[in-house]
């Protein structure tokens, strides 16, 4: 595997078209902690998020074909993601929440992007603290929690952001700037965006496992 480790989402995309499915599982362990994020920032517990990811995984294996790089796999598989989170949510009836209004630039500077983000000391995070700041953006409604999930937490775009959700690039701007304010009280405290709703190693082989599986079972059963 770590032979292919220098090639983008996109080339394994084709390899895996031509048959090296195994190389799926490169696919998997890259894009895991963005599935993970968009779940849970969508409201779904670890539990229902890990489902989510396998469904959505699932999903993807068997629509590669409909894959056309006009946008990047990981914009693609969140996409993905998103659909399977709103029909559970749709399954489950869940309230809706209204939308609110703000304001902010595409040239604003995300909340984590300072260089300090990566040292070693800000990785060796309360544990306790961690959970009230994840408790905190869990109380702010979704349409804020999951552009914010997108645009700080994934690094998606304005553009990219405002394409899978379905709504305008100003909507996008309002709606984060919202979240930021929501947030500012708890997340300004220095944690960076891998540290919150963060995809332990532990599970990312169960993933991996399970979806593998699936995969050689379905591609048999062809």
């Given amino acids: 595997m770590k032979n292919y480790e220098r090639f983008s989402d996109e080339e394994l995309v084709k390899k895996i078209r031509n048959g090296e499915l195994r190389l799926f599982e490169m696919l998997i362990r890259r894009n895991n902690p963005y599935l993970y994020k968009t779940g849970r920032c969508?409201?779904?517990?670890?539990?229902?998020?890990?489902?989510?990811?396998?469904?959505?995984?699932?999903?993807a294996y068997l629509n590669l074909s409909q894959f056309e790089s006009r946008s990047s796999f990981k914009t693609w598989i969140i996409r993905i993601m998103l659909n399977n989170c709103y029909h559970k949510r749709q399954k489950l009836s869940h309230r809706k929440e209204l939308m609110m209004t703000d304001a902010i630039t595409e040239k604003s500077i995300p909340m984590y992007s300072t260089p300090s983000q990566t040292d070693t000391a800000r990785q060796v995070i309360s544990h306790e603290l961690k959970h009230i700041v994840e408790a905190g953006l869990m109380d702010v409604p979704a349409p804020y929690r999951l552009?914010?999930?997108?645009?700080?937490?994934?690094?998606?775009?304005?553009?990219?952001?405002?394409?899978?959700?379905?709504?305008?690039?100003?909507?996008?701007?309002?709606?984060?700037?919202?979240?930021?304010?929501?947030?500012?009280?708890?997340?300004?405290?220095?944690?960076?965006?891998?540290?919150?709703?963060?995809?332990?190693?532990?599970?990312?082989?169960?993933?991996?496992?399970?979806?593998?599986?699936?995969?050689?079972?379905?591609?048999?059963?062809?």
């Fill in 42 to 59: 969508y409201g779904y517990q670890h539990a229902d998020t890990m489902d989510l990811m396998q469904e959505t995984f699932i999903n």
């Fill in 147 to 222: 552009v914010f999930s997108l645009r700080e937490m994934n690094g998606l775009s304005v553009a990219e952001t405002a394409a899978l959700l379905k709504i305008t690039e100003a909507n996008v701007k309002v709606r984060l700037s919202r979240a930021k304010a929501m947030l500012r009280k708890e997340i300004e405290k220095a944690y960076a965006p891998e540290d919150i709703f963060d995809f332990n190693l532990i599970y990312c082989d169960v993933i991996v496992n399970n979806i593998m599986d699936k995969i050689a079972a379905l591609s048999q059963g062809r």
